[in-house]
């Protein structure tokens, strides 16, 4: 069964170091992003994490059951100008399983729309392949 936890659920249950530790954990999961995106670490920590703590960002992630080692993940802006998907990614070994499609149906959930982002031609083949 696929459970998708939410960061900013733990925001009140966790004391900093726990929070702080988790949010860790979910960037190392993405880092390798910053390879095409040089600022990724700084929009993690100084833009996207503040953001959790108000109503216009979420991180949604989802846990390997007997490991408790990330394997999917999501951050989402919700403001006035953007209701976007900034970043959702499954784990390779873990793809074809339909978590990509239950990351997406709660990202549209918070999001509060059907379409939160433009994909260009050239990225439709890649995308598809996170729905499964």
Same mark, same amino acid.
């Given at each position: 069964m696929i459970k998708i936890e939410s960061l900013k659920n733990y925001t009140k249950v966790l004391n900093k170091k726990d929070f702080t530790k988790l949010?860790?954990?979910i960037?190392? &999961? $993405?880092?390798f992003i910053s390879e095409n995106y040089p600022n990724y670490k700084k929009w993690y920590y100084h833009k996207h994490i503040p953001r959790i &703590? $108000?109503?216009?960002?979420?991180?949604?992630f989802v846990r390997q059951e007997d490991q408790n080692k990330i394997i999917a993940m999501c951050c989402l802006k919700?403001?006035?100008?953007?209701?976007k998907?900034?970043?959702?990614?499954v784990k390779e070994e873990y793809r074809n399983n339909h978590i990509g499609a239950k990351l997406l149906e709660k990202s549209l959930e918070f999001l509060g729309t059907t379409k939160?982002?433009?994909?260009s031609r050239l990225q439709i083949t890649y995308v598809s392949t996170i729905y499964r």
């Open positions: 949010a860790k954990q960037y190392e &999961f $993405t880092n &703590f $108000t109503s216009q960002g979420e991180i949604l919700r403001d006035k100008d953007e209701k998907i900034c970043t959702l990614y939160p982002f433009n994909i």
